[in-house]
T-cell receptor, first 115, second 110 residues
Framework: IAGITQAPTSQILAAGRRMTLRCTQDMRHNAMYWYRQDLGLGLRLIHYSNTAGTTGKGEVPDGYSVSRANTDDFPLTLASAVPSQTSVYFCASSVRPAGAYNEQFFGPGTRLTVL | GQQVMQIPQYQHVQEGEDFTTYCNSSTTLSNIQWYKQRPGGHPVFLIQLVKSGEVKKQKRLTFQFGEAKKNSSLHITATQTTDVGTYFC??????????FGTGTRLQVFP
């Protein structure tokens, strides 16, 4: 693999179900991010991790959790999905924390629909 | 909290016309990055500006960072159909995170 991969590509989920979106990068980047993209609202940061073993809350963290057990993987979990979590989810990574002058590399995205 | 707004939200142009999108922050930014997202695709990094008043060019694209480091613009000269997509600015903050703008969707008619 090269870059960032996300799985699944798309998913339709019943409300109340638990779901984990997977993200893997092979660039050995320290920082990783989860964004959701909704029409008219741009990209909003859900959670981030500046280095393996640490995580932080972004702009819209409620209803989501993350873990960073190693450098490569950064899964995003919806404990009990709700329709307002219908969105396109992008995982991204950067060599160091993005605000510190580092570009972000994005995965292909996961389109999630919660019914 | 910190916000980064972009205008316009949508822009339709005839091929060959110029296009500009503007990005405004409520607070001073450490740097500004620009990304392009093709329809159905993911954001791709275009450029980063760091210095006050900085101007950078990439072929037909001109990027500017304001003197107060609170605003930025992207200007495309003589648009082509390949320019279609959504353009996002993203401002670096003192908390080491990027705040993305709301994006401008560009449609180019041949």
């Amino acid at each position: 693999i090269a870059g960032i991969t996300q799985a699944p590509t798309s998913q339709i989920l019943a409300a109340g179900r638990r779901m984990t979106l997977r993200c893997t990068q092979d660039m050995r980047h320290n920082a990783m991010y989860w964004y959701r993209q909704d029409l008219g609202l741009g990209l909003r940061l859900i959670h981030y991790s500046n280095t393996a073993g640490t995580t932080g809350k972004g702009e819209v963290p409620d209803g989501y959790s993350v873990s960073r057990a190693n450098t490569d993987d950064f899964p995003l979990t919806l404990a009990s999905a709700v329709p307002s979590q219908t969105s396109v989810y992008f995982c991204a990574s950067s060599v160091r924390p993005a605000g510190a002058y580092n570009e972000q590399f994005f995965g292909p995205g996961t389109r999630l629909t919660v019914l | 909290g910190q916000q980064v707004m972009q205008i316009p939200q949508y822009q339709h142009v005839q091929e060959g016309e110029d296009f500009t999108t503007y990005c405004n922050s409520s607070t001073t930014l450490s740097n500004i990055q620009w990304y392009k997202q093709r329809p159905g695709g993911h954001p791709v990094f275009l450029i980063q500006l760091v210095k006050s008043g900085e101007v950078k060019k990439q072929k037909r694209l001109t990027f500017q960072f304001g003197e107060a480091k609170k605003n930025s613009s992207l200007h495309i000269t003589a648009t082509q159909t390949t320019d279609v997509g959504t353009y996002f600015c993203a401002g670096g903050t003192d908390t080491d995170k990027l705040i993305f703008g709301t994006g401008t969707r560009l449609q180019v008619f041949p």
